[in-house]
């Protein structure tokens, strides 16, 4: 008996090595590519999170410095001759003098003052010229390599 071999017609012989490979660097590109574009979208919402959670800070800043001058006749707070010239307003109707209380005026999400080890921080303050109120809040962006900020103004006039 012999056993004689018929060659494979070449579609049936199989993948070759080069096409294995070119077959897996179009799937790894399509992977890679991919990735980068859920990582931007990723980072992108963060940045947009952070930004409507400063810009909520900023607005209940914005109304507590409105309840301390309705609150007070004369605005001794804000507006007398012992007031700060950058603050921001804690716990309500408290003015807390930025410059010598930095750590009070720097807050979390929640607004609650924190350590610097808690992220995102966000860091109020308050600067005014006669009744133009100004705040800047500053926060990391969402890589840690550079700084978001969010300003607002707002005018107050004293009773």
């Excluded at 807050?107 to 924190?114: K, Q, R």
């Excluded at 966000?122 to 809040?137: A, C, I, P, R, Y």
Aim: hydrophobic letters at 40%; aromatic letters at 6%.
């Amino acid at each position: 008996m012999h056993i004689r071999r018929v060659p494979l017609p070449a579609r049936e012989r199989g993948d070759t090595i080069v096409e294995v490979l070119i077959a897996v660097a179009i799937a790894s590109l399509i992977l890679g590519g991919a990735y980068v574009v859920s990582n931007t979208s990723l980072n992108a919402t963060r940045a947009a999170q952070e930004r409507g959670i400063a810009l909520k800070l900023g607005q209940s800043q914005m109304e507590q410095l409105k309840s301390v001058v309705q609150n007070s006749v004369t605005s001794p707070q804000v507006f007398g001759s012992g007031a700060p010239a950058v603050f921001c307003i804690t716990g309500g109707t408290t003015v807390v003098d930025f410059t010598t209380n930095l750590s009070q005026c720097q807050v979390d999400s929640s607004g609650t003052p924190v350590p610097a080890s808690v992220q995102p921080q966000f860091t109020l303050k308050v600067t005014h010229t006669g009744s133009q109120f100004t705040l800047l809040e500053t926060w990391p962006d969402v890589s840690g390599k550079q700084t978001d900020h969010l300003q607002l103004d707002y005018r107050v006039y004293q009773q």
